[in-house]
């Protein structure tokens, strides 16, 4: 229901744009979200749009320099991501939840539907 591209290897400073393909049904969830997990690391909640009123969470660490948008003509969802720092480096994972509004913290446990992940990788 959810897959993840984009992902890759740059160096420090550039820029990546990962896509999270939707089917209908998910599309139409009202929260989709970006997680990461580096190696050893706990998953990590980065980013969220809401469908109900188009607004956005970024977790501190990202903010200013990853944005996250949706297309509905393409029922996707894109995580911009800028001025990367080798510490970005992770599996990036979409999730979705039909019910949840995310406007603070985000907690794996409260997503329904996940993707595959897809790496990317900052070298110094």
């Known amino acids: 229901h959810l897959m993840e591209s984009g992902g890759g290897l740059v160096q420090a400073g550039g820029s990546l744009r990962l896509s999270c393909a939707a089917s209908d049904f998910v599309f139409d969830y009202n929260a989709i979200a970006w997680f990461r997990q580096a190696p050893g690391k706990e998953r990590e909640g980065v980013s969220c749009?809401?469908?109900?009123?188009?607004?956005?969470y970024y977790t501190d660490s990202v903010k200013g320099r990853f944005t996250i948008s949706r297309v509905n003509a393409k029922n996707t969802v894109y995580l911009q991501m800028t001025d990367l720092k080798p510490e970005d480096t992770a599996v990036y994972y979409c999730?979705?939840?039909?019910?949840?509004?995310?406007?603070?913290?985000?907690?794996?446990?409260?997503?329904?539907?996940w993707g595959q992940g897809t790496q990317v990788t900052v070298s110094s």
């Open positions: 999730a979705a939840d039909p019910d949840l509004y995310c406007e603070s913290h985000l907690d794996s446990g409260d997503f329904t539907s």
């Open positions: 749009i809401n469908r109900s009123d188009g607004s956005t």
